[in-house]
């Protein structure tokens, strides 16, 4: 059996990337707050979207999307497409190599005040 010459080097990112994600995990999963957790996982549900939606752009040129359009919209759709995939990949990567290697203390996200008044400082 014969795979894409793409199909093993996207196992390999997958389980760096996996391993990323594991790495940061164990090292805030005592020092985030249940705000940092979810501000994390939309921004990353969100840069990975960004992914998806390009690739299905992709697809769809292959598919004859172009067909009918008109010069200005392939070229605003080409861009878009462009746009989504280096936005996306660009802050997906981003996104897992900080949480890997950055500081595990700081929160993800803006700071609140707490309720009672007091003041918070990020260290």
Do not use: C, E
């Not at 999963?29 to 960004?50: H, P, Q």
């Amino acid at each position: 059996m014969t795979f894409a010459p793409w199909v093993p080097k996207s196992i390999v990112a997958a389980v760096i990337y996996s391993g990323f994600l594991w790495t940061g995990y164990q090292r805030r999963k005592r020092v985030w707050t249940v705000g940092s957790w979810r501000r994390f996982g939309i921004t990353l549900t969100l840069s990975s979207a960004a992914v998806a939606v390009a690739i299905r752009m992709a697809y769809g040129v292959d598919q004859g999307v172009y067909t009918g359009m008109t010069p200005f919209a392939h070229k605003a759709y080409f861009y878009t497409m462009f746009a989504l995939l280096l936005i996306g990949v660009g802050s997906t990567v981003g996104l897992i190599i900080w949480f890997a290697k950055g500081r595990a203390d700081r929160q993800f996200g803006p700071v609140s005040k707490p309720d009672d008044g007091r003041r918070l400082t990020s260290a």
